[in-house]
């Protein structure tokens, strides 16, 4: 099992809905999670952190975190074109390493 | 600086040959991570260092790949003998602290190896 797993897609939505975006992860110890946002032949930059079960809200993105269930979520409400790119997750597991997830592409189309 | 700061950009390098590329993280950050991603977005760690002290090898392939941060230089990844496969982009990044809190990396630009 990865460390660190999220569906590749892609993942296709209408703009204006709703893309969610899921990560599972192995260590039941993991402390932080991170969502990053990659636009193809850039670097990864951070777009959301979560340390603590339940929901955080930062305009159009909210991040999910569910420890006893080890997935962390995020949401995209009103897509928006824009927001086409590959979405890593990141974990910071128990013996302190930051491991990313391969990225879930994502595709918002007119 | 304010920004992690990799080099070269790009780098082409025949079957065999020796490839090396730099990383200068954010000043005051301890950690520096390097990452490989291959086609099709999968991002693999390789190594991380606090400070000039390897803090996690667990990625890195022992044969030619080696890495070093020593004080006030850029870190450095070195590749012997590259092969076709170890065409990618190796990401740097870095961060001030690897406790639960605030574990959050800033990405360098990334350096594109291409072997032919």
């Known amino acids: 099992q990865k460390e660190v797993e999220q569906n590749s897609g892609p993942l296709s939505v209408p703009e204006g809905a709703i893309a969610s975006l899921n990560c599972t992860y192995s260590d039941r110890g993991s402390q932080s999670f991170f969502w990053y946002r990659q636009y193809s032949g850039k670097s990864p930059e951070l777009i959301m952190s979560i340390y603590s079960n339940g929901d955080k809200e930062d305009g159009r993105f909210t991040a999910q975190l569910n420890k006893a269930s080890q997935y962390v979520s995020l949401l995209i409400r009103d897509s928006q074109p824009s927001d086409s790119a590959t979405y890593l997750c990141?974990?910071?597991?128990?013996?302190?390493?930051?491991?990313f997830g391969t990225g879930t592409r994502l595709q918002v189309f007119p | 600086g304010e920004e992690v700061a990799q080099t070269p950009k790009h780098l082409v390098r025949g079957e065999g040959q020796k490839a090396k590329l730099y990383c200068a993280p954010i000043k005051g950050h301890s950690y520096v991570f390097w990452y490989q991603q291959v086609l099709k977005n999968e991002f693999k760690f390789l190594i991380s260092?606090?400070?000039?002290?390897?803090?996690?090898e667990t990625g890195m392939p022992k044969e030619r790949f080696s890495a070093k941060c020593l004080p006030n230089s850029p870190c450095s990844l070195e590749i012997q003998a590259t092969k076709l496969e170890d065409s990618a982009v190796y990401f740097c990044?870095?961060?001030?602290?690897?406790?639960?809190?605030?574990?959050?990396?800033?990405f360098g630009q990334g350096t594109r190896l291409t072997v032919v």
């Open positions: 990141a974990v910071h597991i128990n013996t302190d390493k930051l491991i």
């Open positions: 990044a870095s961060s001030s602290l690897m406790t639960g809190w605030n574990t959050e990396a800033f």
């Open positions: 260092f606090q400070n000039e002290n390897v803090f996690d």
